[in-house]
């Protein structure tokens, strides 16, 4: 077992006795398929979490927030009187 793990994944058939050959293959590509889907998951909930952000939204400098979160709060207590 460690020299097949050792060898890496193109010369796994040279130490891979004949009876467990197909055992170690269906072994091996079980294992890449596992690793890409794992890939592919998580690509995918990278993509979903950024579904809800919003991207058009700019951050504005300091001084802009006050006088945006100032004129929002005239107008709230303008509507409100």
Do not use: C, D
């Amino acid at each position: 077992m460690g020299e097949i793990v050792g060898h890496g994944v193109n010369a796994w058939r040279e130490f891979t006795p004949t009876e467990l050959l197909g055992e170690v293959g269906a072994a091996a590509n079980m294992a890449v398929n596992k690793t890409f889907l794992a890939s592919v998951a998580l690509g995918a909930a990278a993509l979903a979490g950024t579904m809800g952000m919003e991207l058009n939204r700019r951050i504005l400098p300091a001084a802009e927030q006050a006088k945006l979160a100032a004129r929002e709060e005239a107008e709230a207590a303008g509507t409100k009187a």
